[in-house]
T-cell receptor, first 113, second 112 residues
Framework: EAGVAQSPRYKIIEKRQSVAFWCNPISGHATLYWYQQILGQGPKLLIQFQNNGVVDDSQLPKDRFSAERLKGVDSTLKIQPAKLEDSAVYLC???????????FGPGTRLTVT | QKEVEQNSGPLSVPEGAIASLNCTYSDRVSQSFFWYRQYSGKSPELIMSIYSNGDKEDGRFTAQLNKASQYVSLLIRDSQPSDSATYLCAVTLNQAGTALIFGKGTTLSVSS
């Protein structure tokens, strides 16, 4: 069974530029999560989808971050404009059910200069 | 504010010893508990899940849960150098709209 796929794996941008990350969850997993992990910290939830609907985006900085999951499968997370403090690893995870076991993709390491 | 607390470590144990990792959580409604292992530069990997009080064993790993004390632990028996990693404790509520809340992780170092 294929795991969670993410791309790109690495991205370097200048502040005020925009960037987008892509995630393809494990087949059949209805719940998809985007987390931000800053060095030395545990992952922090940005947004949670159930199929193509948003369940929780309370910690998403909506003035600069946006995410969508249009067909209930793939998802895209966008940052525009980026700030220095957005430098982090962006992790996508999926699970079969809400509050179930979550499986993470390899992550995208973003550096904002 | 729901919180998950872990000692950051590092926790150093010799090869073959038992490593004990501890985690406390603040929200009494928490129902699902997970341990993830994260190697440097890699993403978290699920190693154990536990949902009810008591012990759950899987190979060299044992998770222990005490909901009354709001405490969950992970024991690693016969520790190997390959177990050297950061171990993340995570909890969630069995309600729609609640994702994992992670601790900051405990760094384990197993010396040969």
């Amino acid at each position: 069974e294929a795991g969670v796929a993410q791309s790109p794996r690495y991205k370097i941008i200048e502040k005020r530029q925009s960037v987008a990350f892509w995630c393809n969850p494990i087949s059949g997993h209805a719940t998809l999560y985007w987390y931000q992990q800053i060095l030395g910290q545990g992952p922090k939830l940005l947004i949670q989808f159930q199929n193509n609907g948003v369940v929780d985006d309370s910690q998403l900085p909506k003035d600069r971050f946006s995410a969508e999951r249009l067909k209930g499968v793939d998802s895209t997370l966008k940052i525009q404009p980026a700030k220095l403090e957005d430098s982090a690893v962006y992790l996508c995870a999926s699970s079969q059910r809400v509050a179930g076991e979550q499986y993470f993709g390899p992550g995208t390491r973003l550096t904002v200069t | 504010q729901k919180e998950v607390e872990q000692n950051s470590g590092p926790l150093s144990v010799p090869e073959g010893a038992i490593a004990s990792l501890n985690c406390t959580y603040s929200d009494r409604v928490s129902q699902s508990f997970f341990w993830y292992r994260q190697y440097s530069g890699k993403s978290p990997e699920l190693i154990m899940s536990i949902y009810s009080n008591g012990d759950k064993e899987d190979g060299r790993f044992t998770a222990q849960l005490n909901k009354a004390s709001q405490y969950v632990s992970l024991l690693i028996r016969d520790s190997q150098p390959s177990d050297s990693a950061t171990y993340l404790c995570a909890v969630t509520l069995n309600q729609a709209g609640t994702a994992l809340i992670f601790g900051k992780g405990t760094t384990l170092s197993v010396s040969s």
